[in-house]
């Protein structure tokens, strides 16, 4: 499947042919786009209900996606992050008081945008899953449009929604158990939103933007949390890597748990052995004499 959009048909052409050829696929690649433009994409913003949506909520939306009407907004951040029900969403939670405004992007991953905002309360961080993500658009024009295949796009934003559900379940099964996570306060459809952490400068850095004063003090202290992690919360962090902890007001602090599993999946301890593996050697590559037998053991072991 997945090399298939990709297939290089160069071979099948004349060489001749191959400049009239690009000239016609640009052609057509330039109407397609436009029409897309102009027929789907910002039609529904005209209607009248979202509309006044929009315009209830545009000013605290201006740090992401600058100031003035939609219109002058920047389409990039828009298309990939605030579509359509991304919208609705971040409405509803602003209705609900547990948004005030989103001011700035903390990170732009490849599934999701982090971004730092305020509520009534104080600073948040809220993670927005993207739900049209590169891959799944590229398959999508294969089969979009075949009756066959109906509600396809429906089915796969169900599916991010049930992985952001995920993640936010697994944060608090963590926090209960004593895992020194953020908190995670309420998701709605693909939209998280946790305690922030960092202060009005940015956000803490990542265990891998830093040097540590005491390596063996912080392995001694990450394990600790792998062994919470799954004797305590029952689950497998199952990405547990120096990209994934956060260093906040002196404590390292574990992100990131869309893919934790419960000890009952099939692979739950084949990802228990990575993350102590990972852990592992990140000290021994900070000259902790670390042993990935015993560290094992330590995390297991009733
Ligand atoms: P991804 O799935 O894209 O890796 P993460 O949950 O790891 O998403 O978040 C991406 C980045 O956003 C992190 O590396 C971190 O820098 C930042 N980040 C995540 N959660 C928070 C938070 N609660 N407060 C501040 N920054 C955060
Ligand atoms: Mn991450």
């Given at each position: 499947m997945e090399d298939f959009p990709d297939q290089d048909w160069s071979e099948y052409e004349a060489d001749d042919e191959r400049p009239e050829i690009e000239k016609h696929e640009k052609l057509i690649n330039k109407s397609l786009d436009k029409f897309d433009q102009d027929?789907?994409?910002?039609?529904?913003?005209?209607?009248?209900?979202?509309?006044?949506?929009?315009?209830?909520?545009?000013?605290?939306?201006t740090g992401v996606l600058g100031r003035g009407q939609y219109d002058w907004?920047?389409?990039?951040?828009?298309?990939?992050?605030?579509?359509?029900?991304?919208?609705?969403?971040v409405f509803k939670l602003m209705q609900q008081g547990h948004i005030d405004t989103i001011e700035w992007p903390i990170a732009r991953g490849k599934e999701a945008h982090v971004f730092f905002a305020k509520s009534q309360s104080g600073p948040i961080a809220v993670k927005i899953f993207h739900t049209s993500n590169a891959v799944f658009k590229g398959l999508m024009q294969y089969i979009e449009g075949d009756p066959r295949f109906g509600g396809l796009r429906r089915r796969h934003r169900e599916l991010v929604n049930v992985w952001v559900q995920k993640e936010h379940r697994n944060l608090m099964r963590m926090r209960?158990?004593?895992?020194?996570?953020?908190?995670?306060?309420?998701?709605?459809?693909?939209?998280l939103v946790m305690e922030y952490l960092g202060d009005?400068?940015?956000?803490?850095?990542?265990?891998?933007?830093?040097?540590?004063?005491?390596?063996?003090?912080?392995?001694?202290?990450?394990?600790?949390?792998?062994?919470m992690i799954w004797q305590d919360a029952g689950l497998a962090h199952a990405d547990f890597s120096d990209y994934n902890i956060m260093i906040h007001k002196g404590e390292a602090w574990i992100i990131d748990a869309g893919q934790?599993?419960?000890?009952?999946?099939?692979?739950?301890?084949?990802f228990l052995v990575r993350d102590v593996t990972r852990l592992c050697q990140w000290a021994q590559r900070n000259g902790v004499e670390a042993d990935?037998?015993?560290?094992?053991?330590?995390?297991i072991e009733e």
């Open positions: 027929s789907s994409k910002y039609h529904w913003m005209k209607e009248k209900k979202y509309a006044s949506m929009f315009s209830a909520i545009e000013h605290k939306l907004v920047d389409r990039r951040v828009f298309d990939q992050v605030f579509d359509q029900s991304t919208l609705m969403s209960k158990n004593g895992v020194r996570v953020p908190e995670s306060l309420i998701t709605r459809n693909n939209v009005k400068n940015g956000p803490s850095p990542r265990l891998r933007d830093v040097k540590v004063d005491d390596p063996q003090k912080l392995f001694k202290e990450l394990l600790r949390q792998l062994r934790s599993v419960t000890q009952h999946h099939p692979k739950a301890k084949e990935l037998a015993e560290a094992t053991l330590f995390v």
